[in-house]
């Protein structure tokens, strides 16, 4: 009887008590609570009020992260930081970002994209590392990578034909970029902290080609797997030259556009039988040596077995040895003899390259894959 009494009273008699005790108590307890008690009407209702000076938290918050890209717990801790002062928050953003970069440099980054620059006598082609092909889809890193490959034709090295370069080479280097999250001039080495800052993975510039050709005749270039032109995940590049100077070079660049993606599938790895190394041959005499052994026959039938798989070998990683892929019935050197009839002029392969994403990188997961398949993981 006496609590319902009680919970009759009007909340305004309940809350001036309370006041009344909290002044016997301490005199800012007394403030705090009629701060609280200001905030109540007579009429007992109760009634929530916000501060005009509060900024629009999510408006700006959703505005940084457009800017920057960068995760949204990040974004918030910078604009909290900085008093939700939109400008001082993306500075601060960019420091912490930095800083995470350095922590992930260390992690193994082998997904990403090759990107191509090209022109009549010259092509380039980059390859920019991460570690999942989530980031590898992400605009500014697409960008980030199209604008090295456009710088490094910019470059000139006379008398390279093919001149592969490491990090090293251009990290000191300026590049002018042009988006709305990644602009003015920088060093490539800063450019691709900034984009490891935004996308929150360890991004790498692992390697690039440049290839020309010094005579009468083209580059040509093939990519696969591509989000956009000029960028994919596997590449083919090479120079085809003609010994006349006025032969025709639209029959070149139809063949060597082909035989690029050719390069690109059949992944040969010389040019001519007498360029394959004397160490390959002689591993590959062994290995085939061991095989013709086992069959039993005289050694004379054996040395006839091992010349004639020899010759499928040529025929497996030498490029002009090759079965072309457009036609299974000719050879890229019986290709190139139809060529050089065409244009009236003996038509030749100067260099060729194939590259891959990630090639040569052991990532984590097949680190983890090779664990498993020795049976050494304990559970």
Known sequence: MAWGQVARRPIATLLSRAQQQAAQLSPSATSQTHLLGNHFPQNGMLHRRFSSEVPDQMGLIKQLRERTSAPIKDVKASLVSCNWDIEEAQKDLRKRGVILAAKKSSRTAAEGLLAMAQDEKRAAVVELNCETDFVARNEVFQYLASSLAKMVLSVQEPGKLVFPFAPAYLENMSINLDHPKLSGETTVRDAVTEVAAMVGENVKLRR???????????VSSYLHNCPQPGLGRMAGLVTLEAEDSSAPLDALKRVGSSIAMHIVAQKPLFLSKDLVSAAALENERDVLRTQAEKSGKPPMAMEKMVEGRL?????????????????????????????????????????FVRM????????????????????????
């Open 356 to 379: 891959e994403v990630g090639e040569g990188i052991e990532s984590s997961s097949s680190v983890l894959a090779h664990i498993l398949r020795a049976g050494v993981v304990s559970y």
């Open 311 to 351: 010759r499928k070998y040529f025929e497996e990683v030498v490029l002009l040895e090759q079965k072309y892929i457009v036609n299974d019935s000719t050879n890229i050197k019986t290709l190139l003899n139809d060529l050089s009839k065409e244009v009236g002029s003996k038509v030749t392969i100067g260099n």
């Open 208 to 218: 690039g080609f440049m290839f020309s050709t010094a005579g009468h005749g083209v």
